[in-house]
């Protein structure tokens, strides 16, 4: 994620800390002279020609797909509501609260900070919603990176999700959910890798299925994941103490409120991948921007009370200490049971976060499909279920060769001898299955990418003033600002923590490069918007 919970390895000061890293018309005028006949410009206006007539390049696929996106649209408010949830709420909150807890001064502070990434988050995601309800085609990020700065950025945004950051995090949270279910049904280590491809092959098939199957396993799900963060509050507020909350000793000297204000950041991340599937969404011009901010309203609300909840049921001090929170206050009314039924509400959420990523990832890929006649296979949905079924087969596939590279002892052992045959130390492999090591790699391409995004909304609001803006954000250019310095602190910190397995994260990069040199091509418009502009109000 920011990604989903995506585990970054981290360090501020002499202690190493783990963190969740959540987990980030397309282009062209034809003008003569131009190389290529290519010029990156106007998404969404056609093609036109030197004298100025509008025309279109188009191929059977691509008239196919642009149709299917304007007239498949499936999904309403709710269910993208639950996408956002089903992404965002991972592993991250049951095991991110007491690394928070013990780089704050007390209760206050913690909450607090809880606070704030919640509101910095409900910031991008006004700017999201400008951002999606201007350009109401799928793929987020890939589109409006492609508009603004030229088609090769969106490309190395669609490049980089399918080769390691979005297949990287389904492939993460299939380890998680693995790693609880061997403790649930306490089976062997090597059961791990079976079930983590068992799931993902299982949820790849149900999108398969057609988007209602995708859609409808998302919403239940977010349901019972819902559910079970309401035992996780009744627990706390039931057993806990009606007395005020208790002071706290200071934070250890090596904790920091800034790495607790990352470690917060992290566990909302997956909260833009909504744009990505912004087309199937029933009334984009208006839905898209309610499920963004009702969607990240709602994550904050849950996280402040689970985190009230540990507070009150636990007690801070206990809840900073505790190696397991959520199952140590599930513990409290249910006894021993209680770790089950923390190990299974873990294994809910991980797949709840899976799902979600498999539907939102293919979207893009899809997109990237129309976009360029090498990609083309990516393109093909199904004529009745609109399920785009290569993209999510090559999405499955890869997330699988990762989980048997970074997952396995034989595939770390392999990465480990090429990565120390170029002269580098020997890698480290932490975290569910190794995906740690890996996501902390490319943790600064998520970054970067999104900061690019950030600032593509001033780039967007010059180069198209004209376009009509359903929704524009609030308070502008401040909070576009704000997000932006949000995300520019995240990549430096990110950068960092990543140290030299940047080096590791480059190779996709290049290779991404060289496959969008042959792969370049001119694109077809983005659907127009309605005019009439949104007010918050309105909402």
């Not at 991340?269 to 984009?284: K, P, Q, R």
């Not at 021993?336 to 190990?343: C, I, P, Q, R, T």
């Not at 989980?403 to 034989?410: A, E, H, Q, Y």
């Not at 140290?499 to 040199?517: E, F, I, K, T, W």
Request: with cysteine.
């Amino acid at each position: 994620m920011g990604f989903t919970p995506r585990v970054c390895r981290a360090g501020i000061g002499p202690t190493p800390h783990w963190y969740f890293a959540a987990e980030v018309g397309l282009f062209t005028h034809v003008r003569a002279g131009t190389k290529r006949g290519i010029n990156v410009g106007n998404i969404g206006d056609g093609l036109t020609n030197a004298s100025g007539n509008c025309h279109r390049h188009s191929t059977g696929m691509q008239n196919s797909n642009s149709n299917s996106q304007t007239k498949h649209r499936r999904l309403g408010l709710w269910d993208t509501v639950s996408m956002i949830v089903g992404i965002v709420i991972g592993a991250g909150i049951y095991e991110t609260a007491p690394l928070v807890f013990q780089n704050v001064s007390g209760p206050g502070a913690a909450l607090a900070v809880w606070v704030g990434g919640g509101l910095l988050t409900l910031v991008g995601a006004l700017c999201y919603a400008e951002l999606a309800s201007t350009y109401p085609r799928s793929g987020g990020d890939y589109v409006y990176l492609s508009r603004a700065y030229g088609s090769w950025a969106g490309f190395l945004f669609g490049w980089a999700q399918l080769a390691v950051l979005m297949t990287g995090s389904i492939g993460m949270m299939a380890y998680i959910f693995s790693h609880y279910a061997v403790q649930l049904w306490s089976l062997s280590s090597p059961a791990e890798y079976l079930f983590a491809v068992g799931a993902v092959l299982v949820l790849s098939l149900l999108n398969l299925l057609g988007l209602t199957f995708g859609k409808r396993t998302q919403n239940a799900l977010t349901m019972l994941k819902v559910l079970g963060i309401s035992a996780i509050l009744v627990a706390g507020f039931a057993s806990g103490s009606a007395a005020p909350l208790p002071a706290a000793a200071p934070a250890a000297a090596s904790g920091s409120i800034g790495l607790a204000l990352i470690l917060v950041l992290y566990t909302y991340g997956g909260w833009n991948d909504a744009a990505f599937v912004t087309a199937e969404v029933h009334n984009n011009g208006r839905n898209i921007v309610r499920a963004l901010i009702f969607g990240t309203g709602l994550i904050a609300l849950i996280y402040l009370l689970i985190n009230l909840a540990y507070i009150f049921g636990l007690g801070f001090n206990r809840a900073r200490e505790s190696s397991a929170i959520a199952a140590d206050l599930l513990a409290l009314p249910l006894g021993a049971a209680g770790a089950k039924a923390m190990s299974l509400l873990v294994m809910i959420s991980a797949l709840g976060a899976i799902n979600g990523m498999i539907y939102t990832g293919s979207r893009v890929y899809s997109t990237l499909g129309e976009d360029y006649s090498l990609l083309r296979p990516l393109a093909r949905r199904h004529a009745q279920t609109q399920a785009p079924i290569c993209s999510l087969v090559w999405q499955a596939a890869i997330t699988i060769a990762l989980i048997t590279l970074v997952g396995t002892s034989m595939g770390r052992q392999f990465l480990s001898g090429a990565w120390l045959s170029i002269g580098l130390p020997a890698l480290d492999w932490q975290g569910h299955g190794g995906f740690g090591t890996l996501l902390r790699a490319t943790a600064p391409v998520f970054w970067f990418l999104f900061l690019l995004t950030g600032i593509s909304i001033f780039v967007l609001r010059r180069r198209d003033a004209g376009r009509p803006r359903p929704f524009s954000v609030p308070l502008y250019p401040l909070l576009p600002l704000i997000f932006c310095a949000t995300c520019a602190w995240m990549l430096y910190s990110s950068v960092v923590y990543a140290g030299q397995l940047l080096v590791l994260a480059a190779l996709p990069v290049a290779a991404g490069l060289l496959v969008y040199l042959w792969a370049r091509r001119p694109v077809p418009a983005v659907p127009a918007v309605a005019p009439k502009p949104l007010g918050l109000e309105q909402l």
